[in-house]
């Protein structure tokens, strides 16, 4: 059964810091996705990571992945407000050929605070 | 915005009773997905399409039904609702990734509530 395991589930972190927030998964898989959700809301599409080593920046956060290890990143640099929210990675659930049922780990819940 | 509506937004309804919740989408995506997010849990699939009458399930089938007649539309039944099925429904859409190197998009979500 394939897990994907975010860490942590809960960040708060002050303005202007730097954090970053972890994906594990349990099976082979070269295609992740990185979603945020704001509360109430659809979740939105940030990052699709298509094979190892991929690397994508976008404003203040940039994802990578690690095939060899299972792992994927998203990074924060320099955090504000506006990034509050909850974000979510996806990986297809039978490793591939991409049959695009995707499981979802369980979210990181990130405050950013003055 | 992904043209995907999801109807109803809210419902209150009661244990026992039938329920279908819809997803139109204006994309003309062949992929289609039924997930329900419970906290604790991140987003669940229920069911796909991968085209009209073309359905499979997930990974959270039980008590779940789906039909797809139509391109646009996928409809998602509770043929007899119970309080565990109380959550909010996303539908979302895709073209299929290995062709299109895209992602699923959301919906706007159902809050489903059984009494």
């Known amino acids: 059964e394939l897990k994907v395991e975010q860490n942590p589930l809960f960040l708060s972190m002050q303005e202007g810091k730097n954090y970053t927030i972890y994906c594990n998964y349990s099976?082979?898989?070269?295609?992740l996705y990185w979603y945020r959700q704001d509360p109430g809301k659809s979740l939105e599409s940030l990052f699709v990571l298509l094979s190892n080593g991929a690397v994508k920046q976008e404003g203040r956060l940039m994802a990578s992945l690690d095939t060899k290890a299972r792992l994927s990143t998203l990074h924060i640099t320099a955090a504000v407000h506006d990034l509050s929210a909850t974000y979510f990675c996806a990986v297809d659930s039978e490793g591939g050929p991409y049959t695009d049922k995707l499981i979802f780990g369980t979210g990181t819940r990130l405050q950013v605070f003055p | 915005d992904a043209g995907i509506t999801q109807s109803p937004r809210h419902k209150v309804t009661e244990t026992g009773t039938p329920v279908t919740l819809r997803c139109h989408q204006t994309e003309n995506h062949r992929y289609m997905y039924w997930y329900r997010q419970d906290p604790g849990h991140g987003l669940r699939l229920i069911h796909y399409s991968y085209g009209v009458k073309d359905t499979d399930k997930g990974e959270v089938s039980d008590g779940y039904s789906v039909s797809r007649s139509k391109t646009e539309d996928f409809l998602l039944t509770l043929e007899s609702a119970t309080s565990s099925q109380t959550s909010v429904y996303f539908c979302a859409i895709s073209e299929r990734a290995v062709y299109s190197n895209q992602p699923q998009h959301f919906g706007d979500g159902t809050r489903l509530s059984i009494l």
């Open positions: 099976t082979t898989s070269d295609r």
